[in-house]
């Protein structure tokens, strides 16, 4: 079975400043996708940004990106130019491409809760 | 991105009622939904797989004769809690799978269920 593991309950930055929440999975699948969502206070998981395991270049999102590393099962997300908007809980998922019997449910980490300082 | 809605954002009822939750994707059609319960300060775990014209897929532990799930239509699944009973409060969130496009899930913004 796969997991998504984020080892950080807890992250801080300062206004304007860079930060990188981690994630690593566990498959043993070679197709999938990897996905980062947002859960601001309002509670509305948004999507961040999203990769497929296939491609090779990082995913970017104007300030969001990704450093994705396959081989060691890594998927971090890097924030520049924090803002106060993006204090959210920050979740790390895994979907297979093999849908079958999961019918590509969501597999997600337990969650990073990222504070920004002004 | 796509949008979804969830009814009621909020609804305290009294034990042993039913109440029953909708989640409609709004602008694309979806013959996967998901339904999930979040508690406070964690992850979102599935509940069910909702898939439209047949029956739901739950996960192991969840009873599927009090969580009933019907996906009747493209847009639209329903979750009814039914003799819900206190330790049924949470937060319980849907989503869509809209396969079309980029194949990704939209969430909708929740209904935070309160059981007296």
């Known amino acids: 079975a796969q997991t998504v593991t984020q080892s950080q309950p807890e992250m801080s930055v300062q206004e304007a400043e860079t930060v990188t929440l981690s994630c690593t999975y566990d498959?043993?699948?070679?197709?999938?996708?990897l996905f980062w969502y947002k859960q601001p206070p309002s509670r509305q998981m948004i999507l961040v940004i999203r990769?497929?395991?296939?491609?090779?270049q990082n995913a970017t999102e104007n300030r969001f990106s990704v450093n994705f590393q396959k081989a060691a099962k890594s998927f971090s997300l890097k924030i520049s130019d924090s803002q106060l908007g993006d204090a959210a809980m920050y979740f790390c998922?895994?979907?297979?491409?093999?849908?079958?019997?999961?019918?590509?449910?969501?597999?997600f980490g337990k969650g990073t809760k990222l504070s920004v300082k002004p | 991105g796509a949008v979804v809605s969830q009814h009621p954002s909020r609804v305290i009822c009294k034990s042993g009622t039913s109440v029953k939750i909708e989640c409609r994707s709004l602008?694309?059609?979806?013959?996967?939904m998901f339904w999930y319960r979040q508690f406070p300060k964690k992850s979102l775990m599935l509940m069910a797989t909702?898939?439209?014209?047949?029956?739901?897929?739950?996960e192991q532990g969840v009873e599927k004769d009090k969580f009933l799930i019907n996906h009747a239509s493209l847009t639209l699944s329903t979750l009814t809690v039914t003799s819900a009973h206190p330790e049924d409060s949470s937060f319980y969130i849907c989503?869509?799978?809209?396969?079309?496009?980029?194949?990704?899930?939209?969430f909708g913004p929740g209904t935070r269920l309160t059981v007296l």
């Open positions: 602008d694309f059609q979806a013959t996967t």
């Open positions: 909702s898939n439209e014209g047949s029956k739901a897929t739950y």
């Open positions: 998922a895994y979907r297979s491409a093999y849908y079958g019997g999961s019918q590509g449910n969501l597999i």
């Open positions: 498959t043993s699948e070679s197709d999938y996708y």
């Open positions: 990769q497929e395991a296939y491609k090779q």
């Open positions: 989503s869509a799978r809209d396969q079309g496009g980029t194949d990704t899930q939209y």
